[in-house]
Nanobody, 126 residues
Framework: QVQLVESGGRLVHPGGSLRLSCVVS????????MGWFRQAPGKDREIVAA????????YSANSVKGRFTISRDNAKNTVYLQMSSLEPTDTAVYYC???????????????????WGQGTQVTVSS
């Protein structure tokens, strides 16, 4: 049984930084492509960033490009989302997701991901 557990979400001031982590267990992490999604109140869940199994390919949504960076450590079964220059509009529950597949192509639709974490709340407010 594959499990994803996110951590690192908290209240942060505008302009601040935060790093989210997602630990994957029960599967072969190095064969998964990973994604970070977020869902703000009253809005649909949206892709934030994605990374291929070997880190060769990465994607960032336009809304976070230049501010957020996705990375992974296959030795630790962990994917990260480094967030900087946070804005109130970044407030959301952040989810990590996994899908089996070791190719370079990245998926941005939530429907293409198989495994999901429970989410971690990020609140950006003064």
């Amino acid at each position: 049984q594959v499990q994803l557990v996110e951590s690192g979400g908290r209240l942060v001031h505008p302009g601040g930084s935060l790093r989210l982590s997602c630990v994957v267990s029960g599967g072969t992490f190095s064969t998964y492509s990973m994604g970070w999604f977020r869902q703000a109140p009253g809005k649909d869940r949206e892709i934030v960033a994605a990374i291929s199994s070997n880190s060769a390919s990465r994607y960032s949504a336009n809304s976070v490009k230049g501010r957020f960076t996705i990375s992974r450590d296959n030795a630790k079964n962990t994917v990260y989302l480094q967030m900087s220059s946070l804005e109130p509009t970044d407030t959301a529950v952040y989810y990590c997701a996994a899908r089996e597949g070791s190719g370079p192509r990245l998926r941005v639709s939530e429907f293409e991901y198989t495994y999901w974490g429970q989410g971690t709340q990020v609140t950006v407010s003064s």
